[in-house]
C-alpha cells in the first residue's frame, strides 16, 4: 500500500513538474520572465517593451502568477510585477546556458 502512495505521490510531481514546463514552454511568457529578470515592471511597461497590448500581457502576467512564477506589488492604482523568487532567474539562466552551449 505505502508503494502505491509513493507511486501516487511521484506521479503529482511529475504531473506539476510537467505543468510547469508547459507554462515555460510559451515565447510570450519567456519574454516576459526575461523582462522582469532587470527589476519589477507594470502591465504598461511591459506591453510597451513587447510590443503588445496589456490585455495580452495581463492574460499571460495571470497565468505565470497562477503558476507562481511571478509576484505583484500594488502601489496606489499601479500594480508591479516581479520574479517570484531566485529559482526563477536560475532557471532561467541555466537554460540559456544550455542553450547557448557548443
Same mark, same amino acid.
Given at each position: 500500500m505505502k508503494e502505491t502512495k509513493k507511486e %501516487?505521490?511521484?506521479?503529482n510531481l511529475i504531473t506539476d513538474l510537467s505543468d510547469f514546463f508547459k507554462i515555460l514552454g510559451d515565447s510570450t511568457r519567456l519574454q %516576459?520572465?526575461?523582462s522582469l529578470q532587470n527589476?519589477?515592471?507594470c502591465v504598461s511597461s511591459l506591453s510597451n517593451k513587447l510590443n503588445m497590448t496589456p490585455s495580452a500581457i495581463s492574460h499571460q502576467l495571470k497565468s505565470l502568477r497562477t503558476a507562481k512564477?511571478? !509576484?505583484?506589488? !500594488?502601489?496606489g492604482k499601479n500594480a508591479y510585477y516581479a520574479l517570484n523568487d531566485d529559482h526563477i532567474e536560475k532557471i532561467l539562466n541555466l537554460s540559456f546556458e544550455h %542553450?547557448?552551449?557548443k
Open positions: %501516487i505521490s511521484d506521479y %516576459i520572465l526575461m527589476g519589477e515592471l512564477l511571478v !509576484k505583484v506589488r !500594488k502601489k %542553450i547557448n552551449e
